[in-house]
């Protein structure tokens, strides 16, 4: 319960906000939603693989950790990182530089290329910073420490997120590019949030 419970709620908490964060976007006409669909599936090529190491770095580090060897665990997740991160940045920079070519697999609209295109570039540009706050987000679950990506998750996506979409969408009216600049500014302080916590070092203590 102790380790599975703060899981648990994380997913709850990025679903549920997910919700209203979606709404903003629905709000914003077709062109702009199916622009922003577009550009979460082409994002799913370089996120999924990600997810896909943030899972094998949590099961390695555990297991080194399960052997008291911490020393072991935290190469482990940089490694992790460093292929991880090396695939994702290669990925986002075909985001980055070819970014209407994507989008016209997807659609042939042209008031969607030319709303997607902006934004995949930035999306490109995010890949890193989504690396990090997948990969050592998963060793931290790896090593039991569950209930700093819980909070972190409320802190970056309900205390941030979700305020800061308000503003640059609700007030400024930036629209889809609003939406994605609160999306970067979440992963960014994500990333920077769980680099500062597995540096700390109070995984390694963690028993489970």
């Known amino acids: 319960v102790r380790i599975g419970l703060p899981t648990a709620g994380e997913q709850f908490a990025f679903q549920a906000a997910l919700l209203i964060f979606v709404r903003f976007v629905t709000g914003l006409g077709t062109t702009a939603f199916a622009a922003h669909n577009v550009t979460?599936?082409?994002?799913?090529?370089?996120?999924?693989?990600g997810m896909g190491y943030a899972a094998a770095t949590a099961a390695l580090v555990g297991?080194?950790?399960?052997a008291r060897k911490p020393q072991l665990a935290e190469r482990y997740a940089?490694?992790?990182?460093w292929q991880g991160g090396l695939m994702m940045a290669l990925l986002g920079a075909l985001m980055f530089f070819f970014p209407a070519q994507l989008v016209a697999f997807f659609s042939n609209d042209a008031g969607v290329i030319a709303?997607?295109?902006p934004v995949l570039r930035a999306a490109g540009l995010m890949q890193p910073a989504l690396a990090v706050s997948f990969i050592i987000l998963g060793a931290l679950r790896g090593a039991g420490d569950t209930r700093w990506p819980l909070m972190s998750r409320i802190l970056t996506t309900w205390v941030m997120r979700l305020p800061l979409t308000f503003l640059l969408v609700g007030t400024l009216n930036l629209g889809l590019a609003g939406v994605w600049l609160a999306m970067a500014t979440d992963f960014t302080l994500q990333a920077v949030m769980a680099l500062w916590r597995f540096h700390a070092g109070q995984w390694k203590r963690i028993e489970v």
């Not at 297991?63 to 399960?66: N, V």
């Not at 940089?78 to 990182?81: I, N, Q, R």
């Open 63 to 66: 297991q080194a950790l399960g």
């Open 40 to 49: 979460i599936n082409i994002e799913s090529l370089s996120f999924l693989p």
């Open 115 to 117: 709303t997607a295109t």
């Open 78 to 81: 940089y490694e992790g990182l």
